[in-house]
């Protein structure tokens, strides 16, 4: 609650801004992501060879609604932290900086049609949700747990596209 006798700068994100912020730029990146990587599925994708631990196609939207549910979730409960909280800013950087590398990804591998440049893109990614994943462990621990199927889904998907860069290189 705020009060005059907090600093200036101590006080949270009111509730439907700190909704928007961690909402729509989540929401921004998977319609993006989705409109980039679904017309590519039934053609360049499905013609391209791929390991046999390739999960079925319908698995994708499935797990990436759910990472991209609790991302959102895990943003929210940074952004309601006081703004003034030492860390917060460069968590809220942190997370942005691996939103996007998760969005440039779909756009290296299924738009440019590219297995390695989506490796390189994806191998940064890994170590920006690492440094997501701390920055919101020490302000938040639940919201640093709730990145943490982020980063196995993401390092399975690292696996997946480096053996479909192997196969196809």
């Known amino acids: 609650m705020h009060t005059d006798q907090t600093a200036p700068g101590s006080h949270a994100m009111p509730p439907l801004p700190r909704f928007l912020v961690a909402v729509l730029p989540v929401v921004a990146v998977a319609v993006s992501a989705s409109l ?6 039934p053609t360049w994708y499905a013609n391209l060879l791929k390991p046999g631990f390739t999960p079925p196609n319908w698995a994708f939207p499935v ?5 991209y549910a609790m991302m959102a979730y895990a943003l929210w409960r940074i952004l309601s932290l006081p703004e003034n909280r030492l860390g917060r800013s460069t968590a809220i950087v942190a997370f942005f900086v ?28 890994i170590v920006a949700i690492l440094a997501t994943i701390r920055s919101f462990w020490r302000l938040d621990r639940a919201a640093g747990l709730l990145l943490v ?15 479909i860069w192997q196969l196809n290189g």
């Open 36 to 41: 980039i990587t679904q017309p590519n599925i």
């Open 63 to 67: 797990a990436w609604t759910l990472l």
């Open 98 to 125: 691996q939103l996007i590398l998760n969005g440039m990804w779909s756009f290296a591998f299924f738009g440019g049609k590219s297995p390695l440049a989506g490796l390189v893109i994806i191998a940064a990614l």
């Open 149 to 163: 199927p982020n980063l196995a889904w993401v390092a399975y998907a690292t696996l997946l596209n480096g053996t």
